[in-house]
């Protein structure tokens, strides 16, 4: 073990250096996506599978969209480790003094967390017919599947941290906060990329 793998951060700065890292690794994840070599890789997850007459993810989930993120956040992670020395010293507390090797790593399972995060909603929605990309329908429905579009991946970042590393429980809420509006600003993004059908 680290010397300083107990090490607890200041929860406030903890969330955002994690959503700075994230919101990077996403810029990185669009650019992935906007990539015409990224087009080889726009295979669905499911192989086109069904399980009970329906999509068990669905076509908008692709081994393109998978892939980028676990590097991208890799090298998020390490550069945020290496950067630590020149943060003002209260940004500094909410960051984990590791190794960049450590913190590559622990930022490659983040990005994976974050992507596999979204598999267990996307086969929900496809076994309430919710067309990928779509809306769901119906009064309690749509704004259910709204609040678990922003937190789901933002959940799985979280408990893959808290898994690795010491993870204020405050950081949670202020992650969650600062992660839900971040994601909506990205979906809002990826739909005038034409990267989604849909904003939000």
């Known amino acids: 073990m680290h010397p300083d793998i107990a090490f607890v951060p200041a929860a406030l700065p903890c969330a955002v250096l994690v959503v700075a890292c994230l919101a990077l ?5 669009v650019a992935w996506l906007r990539s015409p070599r ?16 329906r999509p068990v993810f ?16 890799a090298a998020t992670f390490a550069l945020a480790g290496l950067s630590r020395p020149l943060m003002p010293e209260g940004l ?25 995060a979204e598999l267990p909603n996307s086969f929900l929605k496809r076994r309430l017919g919710v067309a990928p990309g779509q809306p769901a329908a119906g009064p309690w429905l749509r704004p259910l599947c709204f609040l678990i579009d922003r937190f789901d991946s933002a959940i799985g970042v979280l408990l893959a941290l808290h898994l690795m ?3 204020p429980a405050a950081a949670w809420g202020w ?4 992660g839900a509006g971040l994601h909506w600003l990205f979906s809002v993004w990826l739909y005038h990329l034409r990267l989604k059908v849909r904003p939000g």
């Open 25 to 29: 690794a996403g810029t990185m994840h």
């Open 38 to 53: 990224s087009r080889a890789f726009a295979v669905p997850i499911d192989g086109g599978r069904h399980w009970r007459g």
């Open 58 to 73: 669905g076509a908008n989930k692709t081994w393109r969209g998978l892939m980028a993120m676990p590097p991208a956040a």
């Open 92 to 116: 500094a507390a909410g960051w984990w003094p590791l190794p960049s090797a450590t913190l590559a790593l622990v930022g490659a399972i983040c990005g994976l967390a974050f992507m596999l």
């Open 165 to 167: 590393l010491p993870l």
């Open 175 to 178: 992650a969650l906060g600062i």
